[in-house]
């Protein structure tokens, strides 16, 4: 689907399907549902960083393909710091600029897919974290906000020993 919204044949009126969710976020709380993501937002971080437009992310078609496989294996799972719901899956990859790479998920909404309106668990966005990474991780674990936690997985993100010493 990745392929066909960068060629322009993905119907417009669908979100596409990320994956059906994983075990791990079901134990988080979120329902077994289909995880979808817009095709405006997918555009979005696909579109090379630029400071003219936060909302442009710089990842490649290849780092999106893979989102379905990293969210079964996180690195780390917390709550939102926006008490908004959302829970942030951190991948165990970086972007061009060695950021984390985040996944956040609003749990248990619906939107249109296939023609249809369904249940599902909404991808907000995937970017890279660069700017503040360590202090967001120390507010996560302050405001008892951490989830989950893959010591192996964090490494890959440099963030293990932040973890540990937390």
Known sequence: ????????????????????????????????????????????????????????????PEQIKQIPELLKTPAILMDSLNNDGSIIAVLPMLDEDNAPIFATIKPNGYGVYESKIVDLNYMLSIYGKDKGF??????????????????????????AELLMAQ
């Open 1 to 60: 689907q990745v392929d066909e919204v960068i060629a322009g044949t993905h119907d417009r009126h669908n979100a596409i399907k990320i994956c059906d969710t994983p075990q791990i976020l079901i134990d988080v709380g979120c329902e077994q549902l289909p995880i979808l993501y817009t095709q405006n937002h997918l555009k979005d971080a696909l579109h090379p960083k630029s400071k003219l437009n936060s909302h442009w992310h710089g990842l490649t």
């Open 134 to 159: 360590e202090n967001y991780i120390k507010k996560i674990i302050e405001q008892d906000k951490l989830l989950y936690w893959n010591y192996e997985k964090s490494q890959v993100i440099q963030c």
